[in-house]
């Protein structure tokens, strides 16, 4: 199975700050990664798939790079609604797996 | 609008056996794959099963292979989960979502659109 390791496990940001979240495959998964939010008591919702393209509706202020082994998330200027968990997940072969979330709180 | 609907959770005792459905509507169902992720409580997320647009590929995460069984109806537009031998580690907030018609690796195996979840609960 693919691991996914992300870091930081929790980052304290204000608003307005750029944030940045990594993510880490345990092998090589070209770009079949995607980026997820989830606020409290809610579903996740889909920000980024392909590592970088993101889906239709998401603020532009979010974005997605990387490729292989190692993708980062970043946030440009963090609005008061961006403070949630994140979580990655490879698409790149069964079982799906998840990184075990990085939690964006109000410093 | 888009509304994947999951029910049939509670409370039920180890050993035992329950059955999730997810209603969907506003997309087209039979396109679609369908995956069940489950969140332990405080925890992150874990894929379980998909099923492919057309019933015929179904993959299992090993934690639940044999256990679990993934069924879909085109013609409701309902994907269910049945869930048998459960254990307490099995307590967890259960969501169903759509993804890639076709079940294989190295394609869009991610999750859009997602339910808003149900609770199972795994105790005696």
């Known amino acids: 199975d693919i691991q996914m390791t992300q870091s930081p496990s929790s980052v304290s940001a204000s608003v307005g700050d750029r944030v940045a979240i990594t993510c880490r495959a345990s092998?090589?998964?070209?770009?079949?990664l995607a980026w997820y939010q989830q606020k409290a008591g809610k579903a996740p919702n889909l920000l980024i798939y392909?590592?970088?393209t993101l889906e239709s509706g998401v603020p532009s202020r979010f974005s997605g790079s990387g490729s292989g082994a190692v993708f980062t998330l970043t946030i440009s200027s963090l609005q008061p609604e961006d403070f949630a968990t994140y979580y990655c997940?490879?698409?790149?072969?069964?079982?799906?797996?998840f990184g075990g979330g990085t939690k964006v709180e109000i410093k | 609008q888009v509304q994947l609907v999951e029910s049939g959770g509670g409370v039920v005792q180890p050993g035992r056996s329950l059955r999730l459905s997810c209603a969907v509507s506003?997309?087209?169902?039979?396109?679609?794959?369908m995956h069940w992720v489950r969140q332990a409580p405080g925890k992150g997320l874990e894929w379980l099963t998909v099923?492919?647009?057309?019933?015929?590929?179904?993959s299992y995460a090993d934690s639940v292979k044999g256990r679990f069984t993934i069924f879909r109806d085109n013609s409701k537009y309902t994907v269910d989960l049945q869930m048998n031998s459960l254990r307490p580690e099995d307590t967890a907030v259960y969501y169903c979502?759509?993804?890639?018609?076709?079940?294989?690796?190295?394609?869009?195996?991610?999750?859009?659109?997602w339910g808003q979840g149900t609770l199972v609960t795994v105790s005696s």
């Open positions: 979502a759509g993804g890639a018609g076709v079940v294989t690796a190295k394609y869009d195996n991610w999750f859009a659109p």
């Open positions: 506003g997309i087209s169902f039979s396109s679609y794959g």
């Open positions: 099923i492919s647009y057309d019933g015929r590929t179904k």
């Open positions: 092998q090589d998964i070209s770009t079949w």
């Open positions: 392909a590592a970088s």
């Open positions: 997940q490879q698409a790149d072969s069964f079982p799906l797996t």
